[in-house]
Each structure stands twice: as structure tokens, then as C-alpha cells.
């Protein structure tokens, strides 16, 4: 990133976005601009509520364009063969456990 760009991006965060912890940014598997907010640092834990539902809405997209899903209604369970089913419990298909996520 040019200096001109982390500059401004720094000056609004600090003045417009005071709960931002921190941001990497990468661009062709390299990190180019890692920053840290509000007193906190790379080791600190950080709540991330609803962005985990995002990322695997995203996730679950690239899997399907890849092939690597057959489709939404493939049952979880299926990707971990070896795993024991509780006796009693609800199995899920990857798009009812997106829909649970949300």
C-alpha cells in the first residue's frame, strides 16, 4: 500500500470507527499493511460476533463454485466419516446449518 493510502486509512479510523481492533491486509498471499486499534495488538482476543456467519456464507460459495460440495443440501455429517452420531441427535444438511449460524 502507498504511504498516502495508510495514512488516510489510519486518520479515519481513529476519528470515524473506534471499535475496530485491527486490519491485515493482503494481496497475493503477503500481507502488505497490518495495523493494530484502540489499545489492542495482535495477541489480543477479540469478539467477532456476526462476522463468522459471513465468512462461511463465503466459504460455502467458493466450495460449491469449486466442486468441492455437490450441492446446499449434502448432509455435514457426510464430511466426517469418522465421527459417531450421539444417539438422539438432529443431523444437519450445510444449508440448514448456515440458517442455524444466522
Not at 471499535?19 to 486499534?37: L, R, T, W
Request: proline fraction near 2%; glycine fraction near 4%.
Amino acid at each position: 500500500m502507498k504511504q498516502e493510502q495508510i495514512t488516510s486509512l489510519e486518520s479515519k479510523i481513529k476519528k470515524e470507527y473506534g471499535n475496530i481492533a485491527g486490519i491485515i491486509v493482503f494481496k497475493d498471499d503477503n500481507a502488505v499493511y497490518e495495523s493494530y486499534f484502540n489499545q489492542c495488538s495482535e495477541n489480543d482476543p477479540i469478539h467477532i460476533f456476526s462476522v463468522t456467519k459471513s465468512i462461511i456464507s463465503m466459504l460455502f460459495g467458493i466450495a460449491l463454485d469449486k466442486g468441492c460440495i455437490k450441492n446446499l443440501d449434502e448432509k455435514v455429517i457426510d464430511f466426517f466419516p469418522d465421527y459417531q452420531i450421539k444417539k438422539g441427535k438432529k443431523q444437519y444438511s450445510i444449508l440448514q446449518s448456515e440458517i442455524c449460524l444466522q
